[in-house]
């Protein structure tokens, strides 16, 4: 006997009808929705192998700056001259190629504007490369993009007096 066929055999039980100022309550029968799943964290899914998760969903954290702008400035300032320039023996900074500096602590990024001493220089097409890696060298940077610009045009007025004084044109 199928469970419809003993369904069908059992007779209706009478309901009682309800007295003055009583509400019928109703049960609701079927299915039942499911509670919800508990939340598993990205990096829990990731290593159980659930499928359609990657690494790249894991949300990254705001990074953190670890130097203040100052502190940034300072040293990247400090590994500016580091860099000299090919025909000059003076470092880039105090020679006055640097047009400016924008440090982003929160992205751990810089931007450099820089000229050179001549638009014919030999290391024009090298140079902002090797600044760029200058700059991601210093602590709390981890990229950097150099733009070479042209205008103003370098003068020998851009150098500090210390420079000047070094190379005897003072």
């Known amino acids: ?69 100052d502190e940034l400035e300072e040293m990247v300032i400090a590994a500016l001259r580091t860099v000299f320039d090919p025909e000059i023996p003076v470092n880039i900074y105090d020679l006055g190629l640097i047009y400016g500096l924008t440090i982003d602590p929160q992205q751990a990024h810089v931007d450099v504007r820089m000229t050179l001493t001549a638009p014919g220089c030999p290391v024009a097409q090298t140079f902002p490369g090797e600044v760029e890696q200058r700059m991601r060298e210093v602590p709390g940077i981890d990229s950097a993009h150099v733009e070479l610009v042209w205008d103003p045009p370098w003068t020998r007025e851009r150098m500090s007096e210390s420079v000047l004084l070094t190379l005897g044109m003072l």
Do not use: C, H
Request: no cysteine; net charge negative; glycine share 6%.
């Open 1 to 69: 006997m199928s469970a419809i066929e003993w369904l069908n055999q059992k007779e209706p039980q009478p309901q009682p009808e309800p007295s003055e100022g009583t509400t019928r309550r109703y049960i609701s029968v079927g299915r039942q929705p499911s509670p919800e799943p508990p939340l598993i964290p990205v990096e829990e899914a990731i290593a159980a192998g659930f499928p359609g998760m990657e690494a790249s969903d894991v949300p990254k954290p705001a990074p953190t700056p670890e130097f203040s702008r």
